[in-house]
């Protein structure tokens, strides 16, 4: 195999490795009923006259299932990051207790948790529109290999390495997207 034709594969295999990467963290968004860190993801706090992530402000922690904790490193700032939380807008009301904030998840409604499964089923289905079009672009390069004189043989063999890829990333979203579903849909 050419140097030419091993490139494509290994960037197409990257590609569709920071593809699968990026879903897992979309799914890390979707609450399945238990609480966790990942839940506050992209709240944003006023911090000395700078907006920062949350986890640069505070320790986010999980005692049980049902609660999340968020102990400020500075506790002058317990009152924005509250505010941030609150003006983050995911349904959740932050108890002050001082020291630390308390979150009480709430549990999740038989309808949320069919949407949010929904949702999870369209995360996994923009995953894979991704992935075919990181298989197109690949194919698209292996062809032009044509051009630069590598053998008809040499860029049968990339696509179809290509497309073992694809099959294989494909495969591997509609696992983590049932598990998924399972996790939300499970009471």
């Keep these: ?59 986010i922690g999980t005692p049980d299932p049902r609660q999340i904790i968020v102990q400020p490193f500075d506790k002058s700032s317990i009152s924005a990051i509250e505010k941030a939380i609150m003006a983050a807008n995911l349904g959740f009301n932050p108890k002050n207790e001082g020291d630390f904030l308390r979150i009480l998840v709430p549990p999740l409604t038989e309808e949320r948790r069919k949407d949010l499964a929904k949702r999870s089923k369209t995360v996994a289905e923009e995953t894979k529109v991704g992935i075919r079009n990181i298989r197109r672009n690949a194919n698209d390069d292996a062809k032009k290999l044509k051009d630069e004189g590598v053998s008809e043989d040499e860029v049968k063999i990339v696509t179809e390495k290509i497309q073992e890829l694809t099959d294989k990333y494909v495969k591997k979203i509609d696992e983590l997207c049932e598990l998924k579903v399972k996790d939300i849909l499970t009471v």
Aim: proline residues 3%.
């Design 1 to 59: 195999m050419t140097e030419e034709s091993q490139f494509i594969l290994d960037e197409t295999t990257e590609t569709m490795e920071n593809t699968m990467k990026h879903m897992e963290n979309e799914f890390q968004k979707i609450r399945a009923g238990k609480a966790s860190p990942a839940m506050l993801q992209g709240v944003k706090v006023e911090y000395y006259g700078t907006v920062v992530p949350i986890e640069q402000t505070s320790n």
